[in-house]
């Protein structure tokens, strides 16, 4: 089992999103021992954003250089593809995704490559898996004492839904801009939800669908 660990926080290992997500990758790891984890770690700014032979290349149908951004975006889509999981952990920035988490989705979702466009529109190439959004945020986006709106939530669904991950799953500690009290309690809740989350779900029937379609396909 691949496990693919995406951490966008520039604070690092020291971010509350980096904390939640290694958490829920601890819960996967306590199930699969053996499995492997790639921890591919953006929030310090080193994804860059495409270049021009990689915007060229999402207008046209001719083979693209394989240089510059064409190749990072290639060694980044492989990863998603060994992936049986993918964990992100990320902050909530102006109310959507921070730029390196939208840079990494835009060397991910490529045309002809990881979705095709048809007369009905996108339709993603990637085989679904399951995706946990650890997520962190100074104010509250959700719920009664919302203040702000959330662009992130319908962002990445939308987003990731092109290349066809669809089965998302959020977590988040929202408030972390509040006194120590309620940053304790918001940790504590999310914990216990990702902790709920994943005592109450059955691996093997989440697997088995995936296992058919091996056989079959043999
Ligand atoms: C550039 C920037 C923009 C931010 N914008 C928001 C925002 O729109 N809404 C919000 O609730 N918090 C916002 N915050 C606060 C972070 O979401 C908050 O500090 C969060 O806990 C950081 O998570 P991390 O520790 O995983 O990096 C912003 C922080 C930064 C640095």
């Known amino acids: 089992m691949n496990i693919l660990h995406v951490s966008c926080s520039p604070l690092g290992q ?7 997500s290694q958490r829920i990758v601890g819960f996967l790891l306590a199930r699969e021992p053996g499995a492997t984890v790639t921890n591919r770690v953006i929030g310090d700014g080193t994804i860059p954003h495409v270049d021009e032979n990689y915007a060229i290349a999402q207008q046209s149908t001719a083979d693209p250089s394989q240089e510059g951004s064409i190749a990072l975006s ?8 060994r992936a049986d999981f993918v964990v992100i952990g990320t902050p909530v920035h102006n109310f959507t995704v921070p730029s390196a988490l939208k840079a990494w989705i835009d060397l991910v979702v490529r045309a002809r490559r990881t979705f095709d466009v048809t ?7 990637l085989r679904d898996r399951p995706v946990y959004v650890a997520v962190a945020s100074g104010g509250r986006y959700s719920g009664e004492r919302a203040r702000q709106p959330d662009f992130l939530t319908p962002y990445l669904k939308a987003v990731l839904g092109v290349v066809g991950l669809r089965d998302l799953t959020f977590f988040s500690v929202q408030g972390t801009a509040s006194g120590p009290d309620a940053v304790a309690e ?3 809740s999310a914990d216990q939800a ?3 989350h994943f005592h109450s779900m059955c691996f093997t029937d989440r697997l088995r669908p995936v296992f058919a379609i091996a056989v079959l396909s043999n």
């Open 14 to 20: 020291a971010a509350e999103s980096h904390r939640l």
């Open 194 to 196: 990702v902790q709920d």
């Open 119 to 125: 007369k009905d529109g996108k339709i993603g190439r």
């Open 186 to 188: 918001a940790k504590a």
């Open 74 to 81: 290639e060694e980044l889509i492989q990863e998603v593809e």
